[in-house]
């Protein structure tokens, strides 16, 4: 069964760092998505991505954050001067159809600490 | 805006008993909702959803939520537990479109032998 895949699966960084974390969605489909988990805590919502442009962000996406779908595979995040309070699990996610009619594929997450 | 709360942040059954994990939501628009599970160390995998329709679902591994529009709830149960079904669990709410989903705190179902 196709999976989404994500590298690294675990990131160390320092403070102020810039880091990006990479996610192969399945091959078909159309709408991707980033959550993270902090440690202990709910799964939180950043961003969804559809037809090359964001089409929703949380108050979480600041502008310390940015996505990019750079080849028709690869779906990126990019955190650009981490922050001790970025240490979390970050989940990516594809779909084929809008998230509330077509199940969310996760990935296994990247773990980002950041010290 | 849309929430959900997930009332128990850790449930304890014994093997063979009634799971029942409770999630009460606040939407001003018809709600989707749906419950995911995520087994240690893993991505999160949707159990069961509902949009429209049947009001009881049913999901993988022998779950199922009803939907109950008076109650604002959309509680997931299962008759017996298996030691498999050790895992933290999600409620979550959409509201259509593009927009992802809003998701519970989680409760931590343990199985006790």
């Known amino acids: 069964e196709p999976e989404v895949t994500q590298t690294p699966s675990h990131q160390v960084t320092q403070m102020g760092q810039e880091v990006i974390l990479r996610c192969v969605p399945i091959s078909n489909h159309l709408y991707f998505y980033w959550y993270r988990q902090i440690l202990g805590q709910k799964v939180e919502f950043l961003v969804s991505?559809?037809?090359?442009?964001?089409?929703?962000k949380s108050e979480i996406f600041d502008d310390q954050f940015s996505v990019e779908r750079p080849d028709g595979s690869n779906f990126t995040l990019k955190i650009r001067s981490t922050k001790l309070e970025d240490s979390a699990m970050y989940f990516c996610?594809?779909?084929?159809?809008?998230?509330?009619?077509?199940?969310?594929?996760f990935g296994n997450g990247t773990r980002l600490t950041v010290t | 805006a849309q929430s959900v709360t997930q009332l128990g942040s850790h449930v304890s059954v014994s093997e063979g008993a009634l799971v029942l994990l409770r999630c009460n939501y606040s939407?001003?628009?018809?709600?989707?909702l749906f419950w995911y599970v995520q087994y240690p160390n893993q991505g999160l995998q949707l159990l069961l959803k509902y949009t429209t329709g049947a009001t009881l679902v049913k999901g993988i591994n022998g779950f199922e939520a009803e939907f109950k529009k008076s109650e604002t709830s959309f509680h997931l149960t299962k008759p017996s537990a298996h030691m498999s079904d050790a895992a933290e669990y999600f409620c979550?709410?959409?509201?259509?479109?593009?927009?992802?989903?809003?998701f519970g705190k989680g409760t931590h179902l343990i199985i006790q032998p």
């Open positions: 996610a594809s779909s084929d159809r809008e998230a509330v009619n077509s199940p969310l594929h």
């Open positions: 939407s001003s628009v018809p709600p989707y």
């Open positions: 991505f559809y037809n090359n442009e964001i089409s929703e």
């Open positions: 979550a709410i959409g509201r259509g479109g593009a927009d992802g989903l809003t």
